[in-house]
Structure formats: C-alpha cells, structure tokens
C-alpha cells in the first residue's frame, strides 16, 4: 500500500473494507463546507479548506481517499440496544401490538430455548446489520435469563463478541438485573466482564430500594451505571428522582445513565423544571428510545401519548441526549432497520428536534452518554465516521441513503453502495 497515494472515489473500485485510510479529500462536512481530513493513529489529525490541486498530505501507513461527491457525518452510536434479543421477533406472535408488560411476558415464554449459539448467532447478524447502518459503537444491555440453564450465559456470549470484535466495532455490555436477580449473580456477572451496571428498578416493588442495590454494586466495583427508568406514562412516582438524589447523596464519580424516561413526558411545567434540574445537578445523562416507546406505550389510554420525554426541555436544561433504537425485531419491537437515521427521523418527526439536534443525538450525544472520545470533523476526535452520497443532510437524516463507506478508527469496516436506474425525466 502506498503512502500518500490517491487511489480513487470510493464508488470506482472494489470494496474498501479492511484498508486504513489516512486522508480523506474533497468530502462535504455538515456544515456545507469541502474539506481535506488527514487521519493519524486512529485519530483526526488536521481538517482544512480542500484544495483540489494540492498533492496528497497523509503521513503514515493508509490510503489517500478522494471522497468528492460524498458527505462525511460522524459514525454514529446505539446507545441501548439488546442483542440478548434482537431478531428473536418470529419466535413470538405480536397480535395486536406488545405493551411493556406482554412483552416482557413473551421473552420469558422463550428465553428456556435460548442457549449461547442462539443468541451468538442473532446478535452477530444484528452488529453486521448496525455496522453497516454506520454505527461503530453499540451498548448493549444483557438480561439475567431466568430459565434454560446458566443466567449468565448471555452475559458471556456478548462478552465474548465484545472481545472477538474489537477494533471493528466498540461494545460495552450492561447488564440488566430484574429485580429478582441474586445479587451473588450480578456479583459473578461483574466477575464475568460486564462494562457497566443496569437494571430496571421501575419495576420492582420498592423502586428506590432497588435503584439503591444497583448503585451500591456499581460504586464497589466502580463501574459506569445505566438504568433502566421510568418506562411508563403513569406520574404517580417518577424514578429519575430516586436515582438522582441517590447519585447527589453518595456523590458518585461513575457515569450515570437514565435510559427511557418516558414518564417526563407526562409531567407539567413545573413538576418537569424541578426534575430536570435535578437531573442536571445529578450529572445524568438521558437516553430516548423512540422506536419502541412509541410502539409499547400509550395502548390503553384513549389520549394516546407521544411514549418519548420531552426533548426540547432536556436539551434546554443541559442535560447530556442521547437516541438510539432499543429493541431489534423482538418481543418489544418487531420492526427496526438497525439503522441510526431511522431513529433521527423519528425524533424530527414524533420528537420535535432540529435535523441537526437528531444527529447529535445519535453521535455526539451517544459518545457523551456512553463516555467515549467525541467524534466529529475536528483535530483530536475519534476517526469514526462514515461517507454517503453528496445530497441535503435532511435527505441523509430521513433514511434515504443507503450506501454508506464505515470508518472506524481510521478503518474502513463496512461498505455499501448501490445503483439505481429510473425510467424519469432528469431534474433540470
């Protein structure tokens, strides 16, 4: 391989996967302007005005990639995804559409008939669709099984996979303890190689105690927390407020996550300014799911609710935003593309943010949350991004292109193109 050397336009050649790129010219960056990207040591070294006859600058092993006529946007983050799950969707029939609980009930049904190459299997179909989609990083929350063997044997399949492909795609494994769950067992599961607590205390019988087990484990073993909260639209007790107040008490230095939160949504103005102020002190980050909280909740009212928190507010007060798409053709969701600009669209269009507020929240956003080094086109960020066609970001954001060339870690780890021919008068 060559030093320095521009081999071509993406679409001109045959499929980029594996090379190291170390220059990426003539690409348009978000915000309209073309530019020249060096790229070093997995990281972004230097973005300039392109120049189109300046001789290639990469330094270091990699290729000079002449990216004109493509748009480069950060790689993008599944902030919560469940691949314990994913793609088990057929093994259950949905009726007339899952809430929570049916849901819930239907994994159960299953799970004695979930061993580790099962799982293996769909969860290494359910990355490859991500990874395609864009997404370098996933964060993946794994139950505690409670029939068909050990408990943990979804904790080890993904903790494998983790390791097995690392480099290619970043996963952290959070465990999601019920509130049933041993703590001997969430004890072993940290033994195992979780890279972050969870659970869902908002469906225990006493939230705030067991909100309270989780954080005391998450402090001992010094891990990272995400949580499961407030996945309903009844505004009797509001969880977030538990786990703030925890989190301020003890003074944790560990990231905390709040993931759902779909109750916000139900609150007034008042009640709401009191939590998210709270929630900012507190240093929680939120993640909205919106995919399947629009599919799981709001069946029995006769109002139906959005099933999102209010994201305008979040973001007025502050707080870190993260999206992503939960559940993957399961019992909770039994549709999704895997795709994070089906997400963006959804928070244009159920969540009220700016084209721009909806990529953030699925890269910039999800890195925050998640703890990981920022991305985007700026010295010092991560080389995770992806390349798709030179067209409106709107276009970009609603889905509508799916050839992507993924980058991660100055890496090129997947690659989609695609043609398409119309029988229609070309646009003037």
């Not at 949905?94 to 049916?102: E, F, K, Q, S």
């Not at 969860?123 to 395609?132: D, E, S, W």
């Not at 795609?169 to 195992?192: D, F, K, N, W, Y």
């Not at 969870?198 to 087990?213: I, K, M, Q, S, V």
Request: hydrophobic share 45%; charged share 20%.
């Amino acid at each position: 391989m060559t030093v320095g050397t521009a081999v071509g336009r993406p679409w001109d050649r045959a499929s980029l996967v594996g090379r190291t790129v170390a220059e990426v010219r003539g690409v348009r960056l978000v915000d309209g302007s073309l530019a020249d990207i060096t790229i070093l040591d997995a990281t972004i070294a230097g973005v300039r005005p392109h120049e189109r006859d300046a001789p290639a600058s990469a330094r270091g092993s990699g290729e000079s990639l002449d990216a004109s006529g493509w748009r480069f946007v950060p790689a993008a983050t599944e902030s919560h995804a469940h691949l314990d799950k994913a793609l088990s969707g057929p093994r259950v029939d949905p009726g007339a559409g899952n809430d929570l609980v049916t849901a819930i009930a239907q994994w159960r049904d299953i799970v004695a008939d979930v061993d580790a190459a099962d799982l293996r299997d769909r969860a290494l179909t359910a990355v490859g669709r991500y990874l395609a989609h864009g997404i370098t990083t996933i964060r993946t929350h794994v139950d505690v099984l409670a029939t068909g063997g050990d408990p943990l044997r979804g904790v080890d399949t993904l903790v494998t996979l983790r390791d097995e492909l690392a480099g290619t795609v970043t996963i952290q494994v959070c465990l999601l303890a019920g509130h049933l769950s041993p703590t001997p067992v969430i004890r072993e599961a940290v033994a195992r190689g979780i890279d972050v607590m969870g659970g869902c205390p908002h469906l225990a019988d006493d939230p705030a105690a067991e909100t309270g087990r989780l954080l005391d484990l998450a402090e001992e073993y010094a891990l990272p927390v995400d949580l499961h909260t407030d996945e309903q639209t009844t505004t009797d007790h509001v969880d977030l407020v538990d786990l703030a107040e925890q989190v301020i008490a003890r003074g944790m230095q560990q990231q905390v996550t709040a993931s759902h939160c779909v109750r916000l949504g139900m609150l007034d103005g008042a009640r709401l300014a009191e939590v998210l102020d709270l929630t900012k002190r507190a240093g929680i980050g939120i993640v909205t799911l919106p995919i399947t909280n629009l599919y799981l909740q709001g069946r029995d009212a006769t109002v139906v609710p959005r099933g999102l928190p209010p994201l305008r507010a979040i973001l007025d007060a502050g707080i870190p935003l993260a999206a992503g798409a939960d559940n993957l053709r399961d019992p909770f969701n039994p549709v999704g593309r895997a795709d994070p600009f089906e997400t963006t669209s959804l928070l244009v269009t159920a969540g009220h943010l700016r084209p721009r507020e909806a990529l953030a929240a699925v890269t910039s956003g999800g890195r925050e949350v998640l703890g990981l080094p920022p991305v985007g086109a700026a010295p010092g960020c991560a080389a995770d991004f992806l390349l798709v066609p030179d067209v409106p970001l709107d276009d970009v954001l609603a889905g509508g292109q799916p050839a992507r060339v993924v980058v991660h870690g100055g890496r090129v780890v997947a690659d989609t193109r695609v043609s398409t021919a119309l029988n229609l008068p070309v646009a003037k």
